[in-house]
């Protein structure tokens, strides 16, 4: 069994290894909580776990979640005919991060339903035509159904399909938003130069390399950004944060090489006029000369 349109429950979800709280132990990610409609996202011990008697199979965790850590044999599956879904539909509407990829991968631009049964879906639909018009996209419209729709429902719970339907699902997560809304970014990565002293942690732990360090410079991409906060949490003096912005724009922020003349190691800098290295300023009396 899987999520389907009916929000059917599914047998097992779990979250894995690459979630956020077992890649950095402090990490404070809220993001499927955030969206789960029933609670059964829990965080518990520096970890999350999904609470399978509460869960609805609504999907909208695999859509959040910024290093596609949810665990589950397939996506949401809904009924689309040509460029609209239609009837039946989930009692709980999709989260506007599914719609955003039913509007990339399948060009859907409308939903066909009695606005009536559905009081729910038209709040979603308003709400993801608020993002479509910040990406200049086309917006989506509410159909009346057809005829032949109407009952639906009813014909899902006795195995009766609609020739000219079809189902299917998306690619869940923020790693293929991403990849289809590349002109506009959703986060961004700012440094303060004042309490950064390059020690390439941020660099190294970042799951999707939306920064990269050389002896150059320090590039920061916020077209790969998925907000997931690794960076910002394992950054040990603070200078990282990582904000909501719709600037697709990389930054690309100067280095240049120095030697300590403390210690006489080679090191990044900022600035040619630093003459001595993070480690050797954080040390007293001088313990790292040579």
Known sequence: ???????????????????????????????????????????????VHIDMDACIACGACLFA??????????????????ERLVMPLSLTPPAVDELLMWHAQYEIRAVEFDTAQHP??????????????????P?????????????QRR??????????????????GRRARRAFFSEVSEYQVLVDKSLCYLCGAC???CPEAAIQIDSESMTLNPTLCTGCGCCEDICFPKALKVVENAESTSTVLPLVENSC?????????????????PICQRHRFGMRES
């Open 1 to 47: 069994m899987h999520f389907n349109s009916q929000n059917t429950r599914p047998t097992l979800i779990r979250v894995g290894r690459s979630c956020v709280h077992h890649i950095v132990a402090q990490s404070d990610c809220q993001a499927c909580l955030a969206v789960c409609p029933s609670n059964a996202a829990i965080a518990q011990n520096d970890s």
């Open 65 to 82: 979640c910024p290093t596609g850590a949810i665990e589950t044999p397939e996506p949401p599956r809904r009924y689309f005919r040509e």
């Open 120 to 137: 729910n879906w038209v709040i979603a639909l308003a709400t993801l035509n608020l993002r479509l018009k910040k990406l200049k996209q």
């Open 139 to 151: 917006l989506w419209v509410i159909l009346p159904p057809q005829e032949a729709t109407v009952d």
């Open 155 to 172: 014909r899902h719970w006795l195995q009766l399909k609609n020739s000219a339907d079809n189902t299917g699902s998306v690619t869940p």
């Open 203 to 205: 660099a190294r732990i």
């Open 261 to 277: 003349h403390t210690c006489h190691r080679p090191f990044t800098a900022w600035s040619g006029q630093t003459s001595e290295c």
